[in-house]
């Protein structure tokens, strides 16, 4: 309770993801729910799960002003890293600390590293000496086995398994059910398609897929 006092809480984005974020945190009172923000008009005046949506970015200095002290990048993605980097910076740019979000049904080992603004989701598993930067989505029931190291802005999607001593570059995105093999390398901003297996280092930039997964095209994000 004196938590949720003390922290009052701005979500850029309100879509599917930004609901399943805002499901976690008024379930574990870790915040109190100011606002949130969305860059689309047809949604302004609604609320998303009771917390209203406001209106654009361009009201995060009127919110500063009203006390708000935590932002929290509400959007997911597909594949582009990009807007959730940019969400980040503009939240930290304003002078707002992002919001780590840990569901009460994660296991994160004492041992791991957890960046700022981490978000993990239901069900996931984070082992011992994993090291996470900052705003990175372990989504539900993804695994981040021991010693693996993933860069700013990563998303693991559903289900989403990494084996040990793996390294993901920042911004990469590795699909709901892939597989990577222990101590591969996976490359800034790649992208590891939906189900594949990884057997293989990735380059920057690229989309991989398939079992075992090949590249199939250039990532131009
Ligand atoms: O720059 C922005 C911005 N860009 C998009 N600022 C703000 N404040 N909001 C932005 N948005 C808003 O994010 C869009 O207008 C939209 O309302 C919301 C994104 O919602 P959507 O439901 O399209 O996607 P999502 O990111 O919540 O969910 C995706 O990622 C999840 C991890 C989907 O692919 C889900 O299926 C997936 N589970």
Redesign the pocket.
Known sequence: MKERKSKSCVI???????G?LIDIIQASGIAGLHAI????SS?WGQDLLGVPILG??DLLPELVNQGITHFVV?????GNNR?RE??YQLGCSHKLKPLTIVHPGVFCSKRAAIGAGCQLLAGSIINAHATLGCNV?V?SGAIVEHDCVIGDHV?I??GAILASTVRVAKLAHIGPGATIRQLISIGESAVVGAGAVVVHDVPDHVVVGGVPARILERNKQ
């Open positions: 850029l984005g309100g879509g599917g993801h930004a399943a923000l969305d860059r689309d949604k654009d970015d509400g959007i997911g993605s597909t807007p940019r969400l989505i989504n998303h999607a559903t």
